[in-house]
């Protein structure tokens, strides 16, 4: 999420479609620089259809992003000016150090909600891939929503919910008794 940019945001006013992303860069490494690279190990761009709270957020997020544009201090590097996921100079997150920033996206995002959850950059793929999986999604379709296999899913993402293994035991109660 930290390479995407806002020419890849689309609909985001819900004015001609669905909105979505698509991810075709990420931040890598080449040569010891940071650079945007392509997301995919194909080069193909994944589609990812973005739900109600995510486009809240990235709008509230434009807009404080808009402000912080106007500042002298705002100096993003070169060939990353239009970085979504920046801090208030301009530079790409890390999700090491700015999951205070993270932390005011997710505020704006559920600020409809009654109870407010909080996490880390660090678990969202994490969370994504087990919520997704243990909502009946297929892994094969998770996997290609997240752009990575389903042995990487299962070794590095998917962490089954307390409720879905209490579940998955209970069927087993049922079979053994």
Do not use: C
């Not at 698509?22 to 040569?31: D, F």
């Not at 994944?46 to 995510?54: G, K, Q």
């Not at 106007?70 to 239009?82: H, L, Q, S, V």
Request: aromatic letters at 8%.
């Amino acid at each position: 999420a930290r390479g995407l940019t806002w020419e890849s945001v689309k609909n985001l006013n819900n004015k001609r479609g669905t909105p979505l992303i698509i991810v075709q860069s990420q931040l890598g490494y080449t040569n010891g620089e940071l650079k945007l690279i392509p997301a995919t190990k194909t080069g193909i761009p994944r589609t990812v259809v973005l739900n109600a709270a995510a486009v809240e957020a990235l709008k509230a997020w434009k807009k404080i992003q808009t402000g912080y544009k106007r500042r002298t201090t705002w100096k993003p590097r070169e060939g990353m000016e239009d970085l979504i996921f920046t801090n208030d100079t301009g530079k790409p997150l890390r999700q090491q150090d700015d999951d205070a920033q993270w932390n005011a996206l997710l505020e704006q995002a559920q600020k409809n909600y009654k109870t407010k959850i909080t996490w880390t950059m660090l678990y969202n793929r994490h969370i994504a891939v087990s919520l997704m999986r243990d909502a009946g999604i297929p892994a094969s379709l998770v996997a290609a929503i997240m752009g990575h296999t389903i042995a990487v899913e299962d070794e590095h993402y998917y962490q089954s919910q307390i409720s879905e293994q209490s579940k998955a035991i209970n069927t087993l109660n049922r079979f053994i008794g």
